[in-house]
């Protein structure tokens, strides 16, 4: 006799035409839904995962076109996925089903994301993306650690902004370590250039180069500076641009040379990041991610 299979109590459409098969639980969904929100499951019907998937492959629960569990001639594939958990399948359903749409939360949050960025559905990856930033002042590493495991460009490069900010003693947190080496080894690189950067600024020598209006704007910049420093103002990021001119010679042009004295020594991007109204020059990129192969595929 087969083993026993259980039909998922919210996502088992009687006119839903592929069955996904997870440990004992079947999934009874809709092809054209799967094929118009999964770059997977788009290829996976078209035909370009035939050399590693059959469309009527067999789970063990039997064919579900002969199964008496599955009777109908509507189902056109059973989809087996390997160590899923079916709790976890049922959650990425809810997002993708609009009848259940089911809020993403920091509760549910990840185990969505990791399906939906095995399987490649933009739209939920989008709707975890916003989560993410929208709670990235309260938990900057907490984004991070996610939008760095998972290639979220737009959470990531806030939210390294906001660690880079608090570097000090965001570092420090055990958490820490979740991030991967890559992004640490980034995120000490940037962090040291900027403190580099502090100290070629705090010579007198540094300034002295600069395309100033007046003979006495390039000391005057370089001790206001000094004074920034001395209060501990100038290790806060955001950069406070104030463009209603030069101490000295009154002159906006004399300040914007000074910050871009300031943005070339501390590697400051000319591009900010904008997190809740406040601009951040200090932050990693993350390209756009990087298309993945089947997870069927070898
Ligand atoms: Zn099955
Ligand atoms: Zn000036």
């Given at each position: 006799?087969?083993?026993?299979f ?25 092809a ?21 998937v ?15 569990g599955?009777?109908?001639?509507k ?43 095995e ?22 590493l ?18 390294s ?14 958490e820490?370590k ?21 100290e ?17 704007c ?81």
């Open positions: 006799m087969l083993p026993k259980r039909k998922n109590p919210i996502h088992h459409y009687p006119d839903g035409n592929v069955v996904l098969c997870v440990g004992h639980e079947h999934f009874r969904v809709h054209s839904i799967f094929r118009a929100s999964s770059s997977f499951f788009d290829g996976f019907f078209s035909g370009n995962g035939k050399e590693t059959s469309h009527s492959v067999r789970c063990e629960h039997g064919d579900p076109k002969t199964d008496t599955e009777t109908d001639r189902v056109i594939a059973t989809v087996q996925l390997p160590g899923k958990n079916s709790k976890e399948v049922e959650m990425l359903l809810s997002t993708l089903y609009l009848h259940t749409e089911m809020e993403i939360t920091w509760e549910n949050v990840e185990p969505i994301l990791k399906l939906a960025d399987y490649g559905f933009p739209r939920i990856l989008a709707k975890c993306d916003q989560l993410l930033r929208r709670d990235i002042g309260n938990k900057p907490e984004v991070l650690i996610l939008a760095d495991r998972y290639r979220l460009p737009k959470a990531f490069n806030a939210s902004a906001l660690v880079l900010h608090d570097y000090a003693k965001i570092s420090r947190r055990p820490y979740q991030l991967s080496l890559e992004t640490r080894v980034e995120l000490q690189a940037v962090r040291l250039r900027y403190l580099d950067g502090i070629e600024l705090s010579q007198q020598s540094a300034w002295a180069n600069v395309k100033f209006n007046h003979p006495s390039p000391a005057n910049h370089f001790q206001h500076f000094n004074n920034q420093r001395s209060t501990g103002s100038l290790a806060t990021l955001p950069l406070k641009q104030d463009f209603t001119g030069c101490q000295c010679c009154q002159q906006p042009d004399c300040t914007k040379a000074k910050i871009k004295r300031l943005k070339v020594a501390l590697g400051m991007s000319d591009e900010p990041v904008i997190v809740e109204d406040k601009k951040y020059y200090l932050y990693i990129e993350l390209a756009e991610p990087i298309k993945k192969k089947s997870p069927f595929s070898a």
